[in-house]
């Protein structure tokens, strides 16, 4: 996963369908969709994970995109900033998408609605969806009460026009001032002092930014964040460092798990070497074990000193939980890079 992106036909425990075209040859239905959407893409500006989102919907399966670099260009080292977009799923009146609570969606998340034909197409809005009826994994989409109307297009998909928050909304102090910038609700808020404020954005010297973050929780992990470029607008940045903050700061305060789970990093090392055609093995190499405190609210922090224990740059690190709960457990590793506001999802 570290030097690979896997592109897979279904999960895990579902079955790859083949279908037959018009001149008789039997082919992978995924394979299938995913040559021709290749054929309609510019490759030159599209993830793979963003390649997988386009296909059109396969009845009885669904194609997995995993690895590290699944956001990465196509045959390319760079990163995409693409703007991300949701499928839009129109179900009689009702209009949903796969995009929920884990999200951070919430209750009249704005989205706006694309008519694209190829993913370069993203520059024109047609109109904006109000997040209704939320869940874990998708909402229901009303129209805002700020739009005229309009109608949904065949192949329409949605983008997040406001990441709204109850709470905890991030506190921001620039220096100096800057008029381009203006509060937005539920996102951040301008403040006229550095002590009151969550985050300092100061210019340097070639023409970047530097963030200072001041906040309890990002200053244990990189209180400063230099040469910031400035490709895009700074409240856009901004938006995206709220965002990056409400999921690294969410609780689980409902149902706490205490100290009935048990989680230990290992030091892995690989058991089969010698097997050069066989997949690598690795196992703790019994010398470096830290047992991860696991706070009242659920969430394991790694100590700076666990990722500088050697210098090597081909270093793996694995896991171990005990679970003595008595619930049932659905681990997820998800990875908060405080150094470019990056997150990455590993699968369960």
């Not at 992978?28 to 054929?39: D, H, I, M, R, S």
């Not at 990002?218 to 040469?227: G, I, N, P, T, V």
């Not at 500088?308 to 171990?320: E, H, I, K, M």
Request: aromatic letters at 8%.
């Amino acid at each position: 996963m570290a030097s690979h992106v896997l592109l897979a036909a279904c999960r895990q425990n579902e079955l790859a369908w083949e279908i037959s075209s018009t001149d008789q040859i039997t082919r992978g239905a995924f394979t299938a969709c995913l040559v021709k959407q290749l054929y309609q893409e510019d490759l030159s500006s599209i993830t793979y994970s963003t390649l997988l989102d386009l296909l059109p919907a396969l009845e009885q399966q669904h194609p997995q995109c995993e690895g590290v670099n699944k956001h990465r260009l196509l045959f390319n080292g760079a990163v995409s900033a693409h703007q991300v977009t949701f499928r839009l799923i129109i179900d009689g009146e009702t209009s949903m998408i796969d995009a929920g609570e884990i999200h951070g969606v919430v209750k009249g998340t704005l989205f706006a609605v694309h008519a694209l034909d190829n993913i370069l197409s993203m520059d024109s809005t047609i109109g904006i969806l109000e997040a209704d009826s939320v869940f874990s994994h998708r909402c229901t989409l009303r129209k805002w009460s700020g739009d005229g109307g309009f109608d949904i297009p065949p192949g329409a998909r949605a983008s997040v026009l406001n990441w709204r928050r109850g709470t905890n909304v991030l506190k921001v102090f620039i220096e100096p001032p800057r008029d381009d910038v203006q509060s937005i609700e539920h996102i951040f808020s301008l403040v006229e002092s550095c002590h009151s404020a969550d985050l300092v954005i100061r210019p340097t010297h070639n023409n970047n930014l530097q963030f200072e973050r001041l906040d309890s929780l990002m200053s244990k992990y990189a209180r400063l964040l230099d040469d910031v470029p400035c490709e895009s607008r700074l409240s856009d940045i901004l938006q995206g460092v709220s965002h990056f903050n409400f999921h690294l700061a969410r609780r689980n305060s409902a149902n706490p798990l205490k100290q009935e789970i048990e989680v230990v990093l290992h030091r892995l090392t690989q058991s089969n070497p010698e097997q050069i055609m066989e997949e690598p093995i690795y196992v703790p190499d019994g010398i470096f074990n830290m047992s991860l405190v696991l706070d009242r609210e659920n969430t394991v922090f790694i100590p700076n000193k666990a990722i500088t224990a050697f210098d090597s740059n081909r270093v793996f690190y694995g896991l171990t939980i005990k679970n003595n709960s008595g619930r049932k457990l659905f681990p997820y590793i998800i990875y908060f890079d405080p150094t470019d506001y990056s997150i990455q999802v590993s699968s369960p």
